[in-house]
């Protein structure tokens, strides 16, 4: 395989000869024959000038497409139509041969084919071909001449004796094997334990962004849409799926059978799948008439795990079908869980593959969170049925045309099948709050990216991409209406249905759709640009006049770290157009909104009448994607409300809103740190999981930069037990019955958090719950939804005893047992411990592929693991780049949270120096850069603000 590469060098391209399939170096093609004497040697000289001649002539006249596979994006010269695969999968010994017939349309006249290929042995004794279809048989024959792999951009290239003629229809046909792979990517093998006590085997695929090429040569680009029709050959004790039904079945012999299916409708590649397995399925037929199946080990199905899932796809498919108001086009959609899968979930079109734990749900085991991370992720990829899969981005700069409709959309999918959940009012805990911490890094990126170069598209799958996109999605909706952003919607969707499509398309339907419905002077591009083309976000800053009644309001781009140079330039200015939303004390259900425009220094707004003793409260459940500041008496207003009895006129999102914000104005040297923490102390009257949640992940921060600093959490611990324990009193460890969502995630959260503290009966009962499981082998006395606390106390105040028991329990356990035990083994305050973990974790053999960069993230985060986690990741970097950096989020994720705690000078040198020596760090540069950044801001914070917060801490009553 070595000699099909393409070695270093301009000219060191190894191409095959294509009547014996010989390698011959296109430098010297001639093999000089030492015969002797004048007539040999004047021949030769001649035959050298006219091969001179030849390679000039040649060179020349080829200019113009010289080189095009040095160039990381496919040349638009040729367009494929059709795919005609035939796969021949053996799960014995792990081979993958095949042979794909390509029907492609010229645009432009080329004699170079280039299409993607990785990791894939083309065939040599029958190369590649070239030819014109039957309906172009008057086409001149363009043969091949010779091809090779340029493995620096992973193509293919065809070299032709003749150009292919403009709109002439011509079919490539490629032979090619390889392994059934190891890696998450790709067509892929994975593995389970059936009840029989045997392992099992299948292959899944897993194509987004850049992976279709590693299973099958393709046009491997989004716009490269085209039809497909796949046959699967595979042993007959194994059930093939693809993305359309089955067409027919017919023996090939030897035990294998054939499997052909249904032709697909358009799509791009990285949206191709298929699978072999021994799974078993149960299935419905929507009221739409789309057959939809859950797959997964018999074990599962036979249990009743895929029961609730498959009744959320049902009604979520029907649901966005009406809501849409676009039918969905195929007539089956299958729903796969496999065991070992890189991401949540991938929304192949017609063929959906998970996480198991993503998928399938214990209804004898109830977690009202377990329920909600199932039902959600089953509406996100049902999401994408129609913005992804019909509609898809013209390039992987858009991703957020796929990403952040499907993240703001599965919301709508969920609160339609669990209503009870108010699923609605958690998005700006879930989404908005999170990405606005990363998105106000001098080091962020806009949610429409510019890419120019592969490791980016990896990158370009992260919360600013899913979650600012999700965020500012939720923003236009308020303010240009819900039903006239699904009238735009649905316009967009009927218009590029089957095609791609760029990001100024939708806001053309948008814009259209607003003015037809009154909206006359609403320019939705010129909004929404100052939102996607460039990068952060404004805190607004509201100053009253309480003489007046009125107040200035003013936009700044929101930096948490002030000193951070931003030396990205924009074309606005970092200034945007604010839908600001307000109301006031005495006017609460009745906010008012206003524009802010970019071009205005500030506005002044009129507070509805407003006393000077009312607070003001601006962004009304924290729709609009900006934080606030206040003028110092109306801080004082706002925390004064919150501890008196009436807090709770203030929304909950609202509550939390505030505390998120005063810290991070604080950390920005907006707000002073008494005042952020002021904000805190009604937290003792709070019942409501979200505001809790909310100030937990804000005052977190303190906790990770100053968390070892013993002068402070000697005094830090002691408040926020304070604060949480009359929760953890109220609600205790009886099961909460017949109470609502919120009831049950606000218990399992005070519990946790009461423990997690230090409340002394709350350790006590944890610790006799997890000892009595030991004792007894049998843990079915924990409620499912308390078990992830009741395991991290235990471990985290026991010894070796406790985490040997939990590793052993893990070793056995079933994949939803195994997710609340991997996070909780990293509880433990024993370094040796936690570096046994470490290395045990890259073991395959005792932690799954996926879950192996989770342990390290899970260690990395814990208060005991900082220095464990870096020191094992510098250590064992090549293993987790080697293994890792061809997934989407994996290493971007390990950098974040391995770094989450540097804030010292030794930590920021260890960084430089690690980067100094590593200057490639792939997929996770991004996730370097704003780590360095963290870290400078991180030490700056605790030179600023330790003592204030100390002295803090120290003068409370």
Request: hydrophobic share 40%; with cysteine; aromatic share 12%.
């Amino acid at each position: 395989p070595d000699a099909q590469f393409k070695m270093s060098g301009e000219s060191g391209d190894w191409r095959y000869k294509m009547k014996t399939g010989e390698k011959a170096d296109k430098e010297s093609p001639w093999k000089w024959s030492r015969r002797g004497g004048k007539i040999a040697a004047a021949a030769c000289v001649v035959l050298l000038c006219i091969g001179i001649i030849l390679i000039i002539v040649f060179e020349t006249t080829r200019t113009s497409e010289s080189k095009t596979w040095k160039q990381n994006r496919l040349p638009d010269t040729i367009m494929p139509v059709h795919y005609d695969l035939e796969v021949r999968v053996d799960l014995t010994t792990f081979e993958l041969n095949g042979q794909v017939a390509i029907d492609v349309r010229c645009a432009t006249p080329t004699k170079y084919v280039i299409l993607h290929s990785s990791e894939q042995e083309i065939d040599r004794n029958r190369p590649p071909t070239v030819r014109g279809t039957q309906a172009s048989d008057a086409l001149p024959v363009a043969t091949v001449t010779s091809w090779f792999l340029y493995p620096e951009n992973e193509y293919l290239v065809l070299e032709l004796s003749d150009n292919l003629l403009k709109g002439g229809l011509y079919t490539i046909t490629i032979n090619f094997n390889g392994p059934v792979r190891t890696a998450l990517n790709g067509f892929y093998r994975s593995s389970y334990v059936n009840e029989q006590g045997e392992t099992r085997y299948l292959g899944s695929t897993d194509m987004q962004p850049m992976d279709a090429r590693k299973a099958v040569p393709c046009f491997d680009e989004p716009a490269f849409k085209a039809t497909w029709t796949v046959t699967v050959v595979h042993q007959e004790e194994y059930t093939a799926l693809a993305n359309m039904p089955l067409e027919s079945s017919e023996s090939r012999g030897g035990g294998f059978v054939a499997d052909r299916f249904q032709q697909m409708v358009r799509m791009p590649t990285y949206l191709f799948a298929f699978a072999v397995c021994d799974f078993i399925s149960i299935g419905t037929m929507s009221s739409t008439g789309v057959e939809t199946r859950i797959w997964a080990p018999s074990k599962y199905i036979n249990a009743g795990m895929g029961d609730y899932g498959l009744d959320v796809a049902d009604r979520v498919l029907v649901y966005f079908e009406d809501y849409f108001g676009v039918p969905f086009p195929l007539p089956k959609i299958d729903h796969i869980a496999i065991p070992d899968f890189n991401s949540g979930a991938m929304e192949n079109w017609g063929l959906i593959t998970y996480r198991e734990t993503r998928l399938l749900y214990d209804t004898n085991a109830p977690s009202a969170t377990t329920r909600k991370g199932v039902a959600r992720i089953i509406a996100h990829e049902l999401a994408h049925m129609w913005f992804g899969d019909l509609v898809t981005m013209q390039w992987w700069d858009g991703t957020w045309l796929n990403e952040g409709f499907a993240t703001y959309y599965q919301y709508k999918g969920l609160d339609f099948v669990e209503p009870e959940m108010k699923v609605m009012e958690h998005f700006t805990y879930d989404r908005t709050q999170p990405v606005m911490v990363m998105d106000s890094l001098a080091s962020s990126h806009p949610v429409f990216y510019t890419i120019t170069n592969p490791n980016q598209i990896t990158e370009i799958f992260d919360s600013i991409t899913y979650s600012k996109g999700a965020a500012i999605l939720r923003m236009l909706e308020g303010f240009i209406g819900e039903d006239t952003l699904r009238k735009g919607l649905k316009s967009y969707l009927m218009k590029n249905a089957y095609g791609n499509t760029v990001q100024d398309e939708l806001w053309t339907e948008l814009t259209a759709a607003a003015r037809e419905d009154g909206q006359t002077d609403l320019d939705v591009k010129a909004v929404m640009d100052t939102w996607t083309l460039q990068m952060g976000y404004p805190v607004v800053s509201l100053t009253r006049d309480y003489t007046s009644g009125t107040a200035e309001v003013t936009q700044q781009h929101f930096l948490v770290d002030a000193a951070a140079e931003v030396t990205v330039t924009s074309e606005f200015g970092y200034r945007w157009y604010v839908p600001l939303t307000y109301a006031t004390e005495g006017n609460l259900l009745n906010p008012t909104q206003t524009w802010m425009n970019p071009n205005e220094a500030s506005t002044r707004i009129n507070l509805q009448g407003a006393y000077a003793n009312q607070w003001v409260l601006a962004n009304m459940n924290h729709v609009g994607f900006y934080r606030v500041n206040y003028d110092p008496t109306n801080w004082g207003l706002l925390a004064d409300h919150l501890n008196g009895d009436a807090y709770q006129d203030i929304p909950a999102d609202n509550r939390g809103t505030l505390i998120d914000d005063a810290f991070n104005l604080a950390r920005a040297g907006m707000l002073d740190l008494p005042t952020a923490m002021s904000m805190t102390q009604y937290l003792q009257k709070e019942r409501h999981f979200m505001p809790w949640s909310m100030a937990l992940s804000a005052t977190g921060y303190i906790e990770d930069v100053v968390g070892s600093v013993t002068a402070i959490s000697d005094l830090w611990r002691p408040y926020m037990r304070q604060l949480i324990s009359p929760f953890y009193e109220e609600v205790g460890w009886t099961l909460l019955q017949g109470g609502d969502y919120n009831t049950e995630v606000g218990q399992t959260m005070a519990l946790s958090n009461a423990c997690g503290y230090g409340n002394s009966r709350c350790v006590n009962n944890a610790t006799m719950m997890f000892n009595q499981w030991i004792d007894t082998n049998n843990n079915s006395h924990i409620p499912e939804r308390l078990k992830s606390t009741v395991y991290c106390t235990a471990i985290r105040n026991g010894g070796r005893t406790e985490w040997d028991f939990a590793w052993q329990q893990y070793l056995s356990a079933e994949a939803s047992e195994k997710t609340l035990l991997l996070p909780a083994m990293a509880c433990t305050q024993d370094t040796d411990t936690l570096n046994t973990y470490l290395v045990r974790s890259q073991d395959e053999s005792l932690v799954r592929r996926h879950s192996a960069p989770l342990v390290l993230r899970y260690v990395g985060r814990s208060s005991a693991g900082k220095d464990q986690a870096w020191a094992f990741l510098r250590d064992n970097w090549d293993f987790y780049f080697d293994t890792y950096d061809g997934t989407s989020f994996t290493m971007t994720g390990i950098v974040n949270d391995v770094t989450l705690q540097f804030s010292t000078q030794n930590d920021l040198d260890e960084l430089e120096t690690f980067l100094a020596a590593h200057p490639n760090q792939g997929t996770a540069t991004q996730a370097f850069s704003q780590a360095v950044e963290k870290t400078k801001a991180n030490i700056r914070w605790r030179q600023d603000n330790e003592d204030s917060l100390r002295t803090w801490l120290q003068n409370l009553p």
